[in-house]
């Protein structure tokens, strides 16, 4: 057989059958694609696995001793039926096959092997159906070897129902006989510091280890490859954007002006993070600034003094926010603190795709022109209908909203116009220097002072049922007080399924594994409320996304005047709603939204010198990972702590995943939190080594790994991030 490269398409190292199958199961395309999909866990020759714990309907693959095989007639039709049973010692499993009863002579009393298939159930036993397998070939020579067999690893793969692992391993072990030495993508020197292996021996040592303690060396040697070319790729694409020229928008008679009537001191973080911006603002290369900070930390401030910056040299900037809500609540938040004198100057518009269309016109003139400096909208600011003069800053708020191709369509309104990136989710320092390492970071961690605070509680319905009526009894109660209340629901009706592909502003997202129904929708909540006993005389009204944008604004602006005192919507309200006599947020089916989303609806209480109160209503039992997010909560304030619990509980995914810059990218053995020492190590190095060698000519084994792991797409899509 031909020698094959790291870069040799499967199609020609394995042939279009083999070829294609890879490809539909887990969309591989090269050798190196399969040779970084890993084994999960190795098993030992003889291992038994405990099978009585095998998850029903989940694909496995077990290490397993044949104790039976039997065939019998079937009675309903003709045919036979081979069934084999496989034990671990402690539990049974039987496998079946349908007009197969040649495999009797393989599947012997006695026999082990490795098998594969989905775990199915029949008769109240588990059983796999027609499953993949693979003998162990003990012949009577190699059973003199058995105590030195008994210690081989053998690797399990994440397998499909097209392709067992025992084929994978077969397959992988073909290719690493044919692979010719793989240039290292580690500078020599820094592999010898931290005792590495080349990448030749980490491979082999991953995929064909012939005892355990090799496996360890390779993991650790591949983690520090997939940590090293990540952190090169982000430093890379700094300095592109560093590359690039840009406006310098000094500071000038604007800000002065709008500090001057600032009716408080800005906090010690605003101040210093303003500072970075302004400087940022004046550079040579165009500002790409993440800033992140607690809800109600003073972002927003930061982004218009950035703004009023900007337009003093003439330079318009565009603000591009998730909801209507929020966008229209920008606006008059803007034109509020920039006040009569700023604000017809600056002519902050709001431009949405739910305007009335003499409104929407008016506004894309106002930007096309010139006239408006600030505009704040939705979606509606990708148009390409929508133009702007002189685009000179993007600010992006709550980034997590936004995809990458999003935030690529507004910055190219304008000619390398800074960009300022909003998140009112804190990141957790390994988050931040794994996916958004090519941007600087600033945090906002002090909050401004007069705030009463929040405390959080969970209501368990499965340990305290009656706490449920107990809940609205203290809605009720803060309504007397003269407060205003939150009530949030997963959904705006009942039994709605929240499939994917449904507005996010509207429904909360379905925990994988977990049940896509609600029992509480903001409709079905809207009439429990009107029956209540207590709650005569109290005003509630309902917001939700499918709502026209007007009908949703003024609901809310309503409810800012005090004229609603309990307001039931979806996670519409989840970001920049600003309601100093809120004080209380009731959250039902907490279990089904995220830590962060939580927080984010949290926020929006004790905004004031009102207590905040947030009730968390859960049917989810002790123990569970959906319980575990909402104690998370109830826990702390602390956001940035939460982050962390939340990365741990969630895992990171897929750090430079689709919504960063592709899907061939994710992380393979790289964990952001448990390796964070490893690639702050890397960075480090990656930095020194970029700083010496830009265009890594010394270095081509890290020049064609960053090749590999970031093909033309994955760059461009990066470029726009």
């Keep these: 057989m031909p020698s094959v490269t790291l870069d040799t398409s499967l199609d020609d190292a394995l042939g279009g059958k083999t070829a294609g199958l890879f490809e539909r199961a887990f969309a591989m395309a090269t050798v190196g694609d399969l040779l970084t999909h890993y084994p999960r866990r190795y098993a030992r020759r003889g291992e038994l696995t405990p099978i009585a714990s095998l998850p029903l309907g989940e694909q496995v693959t077990i290490v397993a001793e044949v104790r039976s095989a039997t065939v019998r007639q079937m009675k309903q039709r003709r045919g036979n039926i081979l069934e084999v049973v496989i034990s671990d010692g402690a539990g049974a499993l039987s496998l079946t096959f349908f007009n197969q009863q040649w495999r009797a002579d393989q599947l012997k009393v006695g026999v082990q092997g490795i098998f594969s298939g989905k775990v199915g159930q029949f008769k109240g036993q588990q059983q796999l159906a027609h499953p993949d397998y693979q003998l162990f070939d003990d012949s009577d020579v190699a059973r003199l070897n058995a105590a030195v067999r008994q210690n081989e690893p053998i690797p399990i793969y994440p397998a499909t129902s097209t392709i067992a692992s025992w084929q994978i391993q077969k397959t992988i072990g073909d290719l690493l006989e044919r692979l010719e030495r793989v240039d290292d993508p580690l500078p020599a020197s820094f592999r010898r510091a931290h005792g590495l292996l080349d990448a030749d021996a980490a491979l082999r040592g991953i995929h064909v280890p012939d005892e355990f303690e090799q496996i360890e060396p390779a993991r650790a040697t591949l983690r520090m490859h997939e940590a090293f070319v990540l952190q090169t790729a982000l430093l890379q694409q700094r300095q592109f954007v560093r590359a690039m020229s840009a406006t310098s928008r000094p500071a000038g008679g604007l800000l002065a002006r709008f500090d001057a009537h600032l009716a408080f001191e800005r906090t010690a973080d605003q101040r210093a993070v303003g500072d970075v911006i302004a400087s940022d603002l004046e550079g040579a290369w165009p500002m790409n600034r993440l800033v992140q900070g607690e809800v109600g930390s003073g972002k927003t401030l930061v982004a218009l003094r950035a703004m009023l910056q900007v337009a003093e040299s003439g330079g318009q900037s565009a603000l591009i926010a998730p909801t209507e809500v929020l966008a229209a609540q920008h606006v008059r938040s803007i034109a509020r603190m920039l006040g009569p004198q700023l604000a017809p100057e600056l002519m ?59 935030r690529e369509t507004l910055r190219a309104k304008g000619t390398a116009p800074h960009v300022l990136v909003l998140t009112a989710t804190p990141i957790p320092r390994t988050v931040a220097m794994t996916v958004f390492g090519d941007l600087d970071v600033s945090t906002i961690r002090t909050l401004p002072p007069g705030r009463a605070g929040i405390s959080t509680f969970v209501a368990p319905l499965a340990e305290k049922p009656a706490w449920f009526g107990r809940v609205w009894e203290r809605i009720a109660e803060e309504v007397a007080k003269g407060h205003q209340v939150f009530v949030v629901c997963a959904a705006i009706d009942a039994e709605a399924t929240t499939a994917k592909g449904k507005d996010a502003s509207d429904e909360a997202p379905v925990v994988a594994g977990e ?21 005569e005389g109290i005003r509630v009204e309902t917001l939700h996304g499918k709502m026209p944008g007007e009908q949703k604004d003024a609901i809310m602006q309503a409810f800012a005047r005090g004229e609603i005192d309990v307001l039931i919507a979806t996670t519409v309200v989840e970001v920049g709603v600003d309601v100093a006599n809120a004080s209380t947020m009731v959250i039902l089916e907490a279990d089904r939204f995220g830590v962060s989303q939580l927080h984010q609806l949290r926020g929006r209480v004790g905004r004031g010198s009102v207590p905040g109160l947030c009730l968390l209503v859960t049917e989810a039992p002790e123990g569970t990972p959906a319980r575990s997010r909402v104690d998370a909560v109830a826990s702390t304030t602390d956001g940035f702590a939460l982050a962390e619990v939340d990365l741990e509980l969630r895992g990171e995914g897929d750090v430079l995943g689709d919504a960063q810059s592709g899907a061939r990218s994710s992380l393979r053995l790289l964990r952001v939190v448990a390796d964070a020492d490893l690639i702050a190590v890397a960075r480090a190095a990656a930095e020194d080594l970029l700083a010496g060698d830009p265009a890594l000519l010394a270095h081509p084994g890290l020049a064609d790994a960053l090749t590999r792991r970031l093909g033309q797409q994955e760059r461009a899509a990066l470029a726009k991030n």
């Excluded at 096309?368 to 600011?381: D, E, K, N, P």
């Design 348 to 406: 902050p518009t709001l431009l949405t795709g739910q305007q009335p269309a003499a409104d929407r016109r008016k506004a894309a003139l106002r930007a096309a022109s010139g006239q408006a400096r600030i505009v704040v909208g939705t979606h509606a600011l990708l148009s390409a209908s929508t133009t702007f003069a002189d685009l000179g800053l993007v600010v992006v708020d709550e980034q997590h909203r936004f995809g990458v191709e999003q």
């Design 515 to 535: 049940q896509p129904r609600t029992r509480w929708g903001v409709v079905q909540v809207r009439e429990l409320a009107a029956t209540l006993p207590g709650w």
